[in-house]
Nanobody
Framework: QVQLVESGGGLVQAGGSLRLSCVYS????????MDWYRQAPGKQRELVAG???????DYADSVKGRFTISRDYAKNTLYLQMNSLKLEDTAVYYC????????????WGQGTQVTVSS
């Protein structure tokens, strides 16, 4: 039922910007959290930025001050604004939703490739 559809990835030069979008749909209850993860080749998937159930934002130290997570409830869309991109930001970026009820459920987008060139 829950679907996450990402867009906005691509090739960008170092120092440039991209904005990722994640449109979500389905039966989504209150009390869920949403996050952006990324996975670079040969590395584990890591949390980049996320909202708690109270819409408090947290960021990985590596992106703090450069990335901004936001959400448009009217459009059912989660965003990740990425500025001052670095080569090490190159990764597949994933939109993630966790729904906690009687048990935890996790939903993932398909992933979108972000490649930062020198």
């Amino acid at each position: 039922q829950v679907q996450l559809v990402e867009s906005g990835g691509g090739l960008v030069q170092a120092g440039g910007s991209l904005r990722l979008s994640c449109v979500y749909s389905g039966g989504i209850p209150n009390g869920h959290t949403m996050d952006w993860y990324r996975q670079a080749p040969g590395k584990q998937r890591e949390l980049v930025a996320g909202f708690t159930g109270n819409d408090n934002a947290d960021y990985a130290d590596s992106v703090k001050g450069r990335f901004t997570i936001s959400r448009d409830y009217a459009k059912n869309t989660l965003y990740l604004q990425m500025n001052s991109l670095k080569l090490e930001d190159t990764a597949v970026y994933y939109c993630h939703m966790n729904i906690k009820s009687s048990y935890s459920r996790d939903y993932w987008g398909q992933g979108t490739q972000v490649t930062v060139s020198s």
